[in-house]
């Protein structure tokens, strides 16, 4: 069975409250995120390659090389980038590649020049299901990815963001996530992935890697299922 973790905020989560930029905003993790980051007190403004309807501050946004993405991160502090396609089902092997590859670069760009301080990159675990499944895999283990599109363009999104971490330009913190998958639809005749986790779940992540670790932290990787 899949078992969810309740995420309780602290008195220093409340305190370091700060303007988030979150992108990927319209995909099923950017809405179970949304607003566990608005409960924290973080001042929100969403972003997506679609439109979204939204009590929050909204942008529309291609991650184009250009003014729109200087001014997308303007007065922003912490980042929550998700990358990829607007809509992953029926992209191709070159939108993939595109939305985790170059739209990362630009955002990056315009990142450090507007003076954010963090990002966090949204990754996969798929790079590690050529891993037999019973090893214990830990983030100090090398990728294996496959060539599939939805596979490759995040892993190879993780070396445009690490680029920017290793030269002192923004801090950085990886979170490689398993298959997002409802813990309360799972019943108990259902196969269990390995690999699950819950939205909720992946959120509280999402929030922790936000508030903790130190400023001298440039760069990080964990695993979450």
């Known amino acids: 069975r899949l078992h969810r973790v309740t995420h309780r905020p602290t008195s220093r989560q409340k305190g370091d409250a700060v303007k988030v930029l979150l992108t990927g905003a319209a995909s099923q993790l950017g809405r179970a995120v949304t607003e566990p980051l608005r409960r924290q007190r973080h001042r929100l403004r969403l972003t997506d390659r679609r439109r979204l309807r939204t009590r929050h501050e909204f942008v529309q946004s291609q991650l184009g090389h250009g003014r729109q993405t200087d001014d997308l991160v303007a007065g922003v502090k912490a980042i929550v980038h998700i990358p ?22 630009n955002l990056l760009v315009a990142a450090v020049g507007g003076g954010v301080e963090h990002l966090v990159y949204v990754g996969s675990l798929n790079s590690f299901v050529g891993y037999d499944a019973d090893f214990l895999v830990s983030s100090s283990w090398r990728p294996r ?18 680029e920017f971490a290793q030269t002192s330009q923004i801090r950085l913190t990886i979170l490689r996530l398993g298959h997002l998958v409802e813990a309360d639809g799972i019943g108990p005749q ?22 903790e670790g130190k400023e001298s932290d440039a760069y990080r990787v964990f695993h979450l299922q």
């Open 84 to 105: 990829g396609p607007a809509d992953p089902a029926a992209a191709d092997g070159a939108a993939w590649i595109d939305a985790c590859t170059r739209c990362t670069y």
């Open 145 to 162: 990815p496959t060539t599939e599109p939805a596979v490759m363009a995040p892993h190879l999104g993780e070396f445009v963001a690490r």
């Open 190 to 211: 259902d196969e269990l992935d390995p690999m699950a986790i819950d939205p909720r779940d992946a959120a509280a992540g999402i929030l922790a890697a936000l508030v």
